[in-house]
């Protein structure tokens, strides 16, 4: 996105051409809330729902822990089962793998089904350097592919592009009707032009939902059956996966599988969900294995957990910040609250002002599926930004400043009663400017007559040992 | 030193906090009428579903189908229901498969929870069928539900290298403006016929 490799990242900056256009905010925001609203009667629907998601959990938390265990179980059945199992250390090495097959197969067109992984590697632009058409099938990915953008939500890829503006799109690039923005024509006209891709294709790529240590097998979900075509056309199908997306059993599958969907669009279960185990006959089945900073995170006791993530994308869907200023602002592939936690890990001084893009309130955590526990994360690399001397000086500045005024609490009642005053003469420009951030699109509180403290001692005072130790200023 | 040697180094200098694997018994969910709950769900999803007491029943529900979708090619893995006009056996590339209007087939399991059916390429030579179809009509018989997926993974099982799908609903999408579309890429339609 806007963000370069040698300046950081600006959530604030990015998240701020979004919401100028203020009703299209306010439908993006409108679009992500309904879909977590369906996810609410579909998790409401199921008295197990939290003990799903408890055992979901501990079943990851479990692989994450003896992942190496689990990979190996994996690797042996997979191959065991006809297919060939790379590894890859980084996004670099991925590629370069995928581009062999391609190459050995002296194959020229390729179609890819919805996978993070290979965006998060980048490698439709690396193999497109090679000469090798890729078409991303899913229909929300190949619009945004038309664009040349990159989804703005790991499940919803298109979710902030309105109806005319994928008419326009497909009037230039598929021929439809000039002015034409009826979903169901452009959706037919779309299975008509991706029809004849899957048809052509030599090579099939696909992501993994969930991989099977015990029977060397893996699971796709998609609603649309671009997956399914990709992978039963072409004879050569690759499959890429994050190291992390093991789990050990096949009965394993029960708790995710009722997890994901009612998680991430409020369906009782996607349309597909296409369980893989070896090649078909006559066919070739490669499984790429892929670290890129997994292992460094695994590492870490307080993102650990981030681990455990299904890319459901519940916590974008009921992300207050997220759903007003739109997955483009986070400026990097996977957005909102598991983005803010994830990028961070990659690239702390890049993606310094992510963990900030946040309110605190916690609702990721409450929604996520397999209990990642989002907001404290997000806190906890706030700590770390601070440590690092990541901060802009505003914030470092205006922190330090009330960190040293609240270690004086005579000074900041009195502090207090000035301001109070204070700011009911103070000239607007004073008070809304360029540097106080919590003055811009809002109005600050009208100050209140009274201070807390000075409201407390005009209360009756009955407990007496609960007074004392919470009345506050003992010194 | 290789890629793989690398990750399993470092995941073996690391050793993380680890808790048991959780069993995979309930209680979960049950439904008094399987069949009802089953049929709601199919609906939900998209589908329609009929029960049928008898085979009368099933033949004349597919007779009445067949007259409204006036399929050219069909793929029939139930002669006895409908006359097929492709042996998928005799076929050798998916890719012949492109101009199916039709697919008939009986699922080996479905599930109430989800409207989901089961099928496995042991029944189905060419799997892009279930897919690149533009309409399915599946047979379940009452007796092969199952309340919810767990008990559906302990019943069904891949042996060796096999393909298997649980298909809920005919192909949609909700990508343009999460207004939904049934047909994105796969069949358009499902008719299930539930046989009690």
Same mark, same amino acid.
């Given at each position: 996105?806007?963000?370069?490799? +040698?300046?950081?990242?600006?959530?604030?900056?990015?998240?701020?051409?979004?919401?100028?256009?203020?009703?299209?905010?306010?439908?993006?925001?409108?679009?992500? $809330?309904?879909?977590?609203?369906?996810?609410?009667?579909?998790?409401?629907?199921?008295?197990?729902?939290?003990?799903?998601?408890?055992?979901?959990?501990?079943? #990851?938390?479990?692989?994450?822990?003896?992942?190496?265990?689990?990979?190996?179980?994996?690797?042996?059945?997979?191959?065991?089962?006809?297919?060939?199992?790379?590894?890859?250390?980084?996004?670099?090495?991925?590629?370069?793998?995928?581009?062999?097959?391609?190459?050995?197969?002296?194959?020229?067109?390729?179609? #890819?089904?919805?996978?993070?992984?290979?965006?998060?590697?980048?490698?439709?632009?690396?193999?497109?350097?090679?000469?090798?058409?890729? @078409?991303?099938?899913?229909?929300?990915?190949?619009?945004?592919?038309?664009?040349?953008?990159?989804?703005?939500?790991?499940?919803?890829?298109?979710?902030?592009?309105?109806?005319?503006?994928?008419?326009?799109?497909?009037?230039?690039?598929?021929?439809?009707?000039?002015?034409?923005?009826?979903?169901?024509?452009? +959706?037919?006209?779309?299975?008509?032009?991706?029809?004849?891709?899957?048809?052509?294709?030599?090579?099939?790529?696909?992501?993994?939902?969930? /991989?099977?240590?015990?029977?060397?097998?893996?699971?796709?979900?998609?609603?649309?059956?671009?997956?399914?075509?990709?992978?039963?056309?072409? #004879? &050569?199908?690759? /499959?890429?996966?994050?190291?992390?997306?093991?789990?050990?059993?096949?009965?394993?599958?029960?708790?995710?599988?009722?997890? %994901?969907?009612?998680?991430?669009?409020?369906?009782?279960?996607?349309?597909?969900?296409?369980?893989?185990?070896?090649?078909?006959?006559?066919?070739?089945?490669?499984?790429?294995?892929?670290?890129?900073?997994?292992?460094?995170?695994?590492?870490?006791?307080?993102?650990?957990?981030?681990?455990?993530?299904?890319?459901?994308? /519940?916590?974008?869907?009921?992300?207050?910040?997220?759903?007003?200023?739109?997955?483009?602002?986070?400026?990097?592939?996977?957005?909102?609250?598991?983005?803010?936690?994830?990028?961070?890990?990659?690239?702390?001084?890049?993606?310094?002002?992510?963990?900030?893009?946040?309110?605190?309130?916690?609702?990721?955590?409450?929604?996520?599926?397999?209990?990642?526990?989002?907001?404290?994360?997000?806190?906890?690399?706030?700590?770390?930004?601070?440590?690092?001397?990541?901060?802009?000086?505003?914030?470092?500045?205006?922190?330090?400043?009330?960190?040293?005024?609240?270690?004086?609490?005579?000074?900041?009642? $009195?502090?207090?009663?000035?301001?109070?005053?204070?700011?009911?003469?103070?000239?607007?420009?004073?008070?809304?400017?360029?540097?106080?951030?919590?003055?811009?699109?809002?109005?600050?509180?009208?100050?209140?007559?009274?201070?807390?403290?000075?409201?407390?001692?005009?209360?009756?005072?009955?407990? /007496?040992?609960?007074?004392?130790?919470?009345?506050?200023?003992?010194? | 030193?290789?890629?793989?040697?690398?990750?399993?180094?470092?995941?073996?200098?690391?050793?993380?906090?680890?808790?048991?694997?959780?069993?995979?018994?309930?209680?979960?969910?049950?439904?008094?009428?399987?069949?009802?709950?089953?049929?709601?769900?199919?609906?939900?999803?998209?589908?329609?579903?009929?029960?049928?007491?008898?085979?009368?029943?099933?033949?004349?529900?597919?007779?009445?189908?067949?007259?409204?979708?006036?399929?050219?090619?069909?793929?029939?893995?139930?002669?006895?229901?409908?006359?097929?006009?492709?042996?998928?056996?005799?076929?050798?590339?998916?890719?012949?498969?492109?101009?199916?209007?039709?697919?008939?087939?009986?699922?080996?399991?479905?599930?109430?929870?989800?409207?989901?059916?089961?099928?496995?390429?042991?029944?189905? #030579?060419?799997?892009?069928? %279930?897919?690149?179809?533009?309409?399915?009509?599946?047979?379940?018989?009452?007796?092969?539900? &199952?309340?919810?997926?767990?008990?559906?993974?302990?019943?069904?099982?891949?042996?060796?290298?096999?393909?298997? %799908?649980?298909?809920?609903?005919?192909?949609?999408?909700?990508?343009?403006?999460?207004?939904?579309?049934?047909?994105?890429?796969?069949?358009?339609?499902?008719? &299930?016929?539930? @046989?009690?």
């Amino acid at each position: 996105m806007s963000a370069t490799s +040698t300046a950081p990242h600006q959530h604030p900056r990015d998240a701020e051409v979004f919401t100028a256009n203020e009703s299209r905010m306010h439908w993006h925001d409108q679009s992500l $809330w309904f879909v977590r609203s369906k996810r609410d009667r579909m998790a409401k629907s199921l008295p197990e729902w939290e003990e799903l998601r408890r055992r979901a959990a501990q079943v #990851k938390q479990h692989t994450v822990a003896n992942l190496p265990k689990y990979l190996e179980a994996f690797e042996q059945a997979a191959t065991k089962l006809g297919a060939t199992v790379h590894w890859a250390a980084d996004a670099a090495e991925h590629n370069r793998i995928v581009l062999e097959i391609v190459q050995r197969h002296q194959a020229k067109r390729v179609v #890819k089904s919805k996978s993070m992984l290979t965006e998060e590697c980048h490698l439709n632009p690396f193999l497109e350097q090679h000469g090798i058409r890729v @078409i991303d099938t899913d229909l929300g990915e190949r619009i945004v592919q038309l664009r040349n953008e990159p989804p703005s939500h790991i499940v919803l890829p298109a979710i902030h592009i309105k109806k005319e503006e994928v008419g326009e799109l497909f009037h230039q690039h598929l021929g439809t009707e000039r002015g034409a923005s009826d979903p169901q024509y452009l +959706t037919e006209a779309a299975r008509g032009h991706l029809r004849e891709e899957f048809l052509e294709a030599e090579i099939g790529i696909t992501g993994v939902n969930f /991989a099977i240590a015990e029977t060397g097998g893996f699971v796709v979900c998609t609603n649309e059956g671009n997956a399914d075509l990709g992978a039963s056309l072409p #004879k &050569v199908h690759i /499959a890429c996966m994050g190291i992390e997306k093991i789990i050990p059993r096949w009965q394993d599958l029960g708790f995710f599988i009722r997890l %994901l969907a009612r998680s991430a669009t409020g369906q009782p279960i996607t349309t597909y969900t296409s369980h893989f185990h070896g090649p078909r006959p006559g066919g070739e089945l490669h499984i790429v294995l892929v670290d890129n900073g997994r292992t460094l995170i695994r590492d870490s006791d307080m993102m650990r957990p981030a681990l455990n993530c299904i890319r459901c994308g /519940a916590c974008m869907n009921t992300c207050p910040v997220y759903r007003r200023s739109g997955g483009h602002s986070y400026g990097s592939v996977v957005p909102g609250p598991i983005g803010s936690v994830l990028n961070p890990a990659a690239d702390a001084s890049q993606h310094r002002t992510l963990p900030y893009a946040c309110s605190l309130c916690g609702s990721c955590t409450d929604v996520c599926p397999v209990k990642i526990p989002l907001h404290h994360q997000l806190l906890a690399w706030r700590k770390e930004i601070a440590g690092k001397k990541l901060l802009s000086p505003t914030k470092s500045i205006s922190m330090y400043a009330a960190s040293w005024l609240f270690q004086r609490p005579r000074l900041f009642g $009195w502090v207090g009663k000035v301001a109070r005053v204070a700011l009911r003469y103070t000239p607007r420009f004073m008070i809304y400017h360029r540097l106080n951030d919590w003055g811009k699109a809002r109005e600050i509180p009208a100050p209140p007559n009274q201070s807390f403290r000075e409201w407390w001692k005009t209360q009756p005072q009955t407990d /007496a040992t609960d007074s004392k130790t919470s009345a506050g200023d003992q010194r | 030193m290789s890629s793989r040697q690398a990750i399993f180094d470092r995941l073996r200098g690391r050793e993380v906090e680890d808790v048991t694997l959780p069993s995979h018994d309930g209680p979960w969910i049950t439904f008094a009428d399987r069949g009802a709950q089953f049929q709601q769900m199919v609906q939900f999803v998209g589908g329609t579903c009929h029960r049928c007491q008898n085979e009368q029943e099933v033949a004349s529900f597919v007779t009445q189908r067949m007259q409204a979708i006036q399929p050219k090619q069909i793929v029939s893995l139930l002669p006895h229901l409908a006359t097929p006009t492709l042996d998928l056996a005799k076929i050798e590339d998916a890719h012949e498969l492109e101009a199916v209007d039709l697919v008939v087939a009986e699922a080996e399991l479905g599930v109430a929870e989800n409207g989901a059916l089961w099928f496995t390429d042991a029944q189905i #030579k060419h799997r892009t069928v %279930l897919f690149i179809t533009q309409h399915l009509l599946i047979i379940v018989k009452t007796k092969n539900l &199952v309340d919810h997926m767990h008990a559906a993974y302990q019943q069904v099982a891949v042996h060796g290298a096999q393909f298997g %799908l649980f298909l809920s609903g005919p192909s949609k999408t909700a990508d343009i403006e999460q207004s939904l579309v049934l047909g994105a890429h796969g069949s358009r339609t499902l008719e &299930v016929l539930l @046989i009690d």
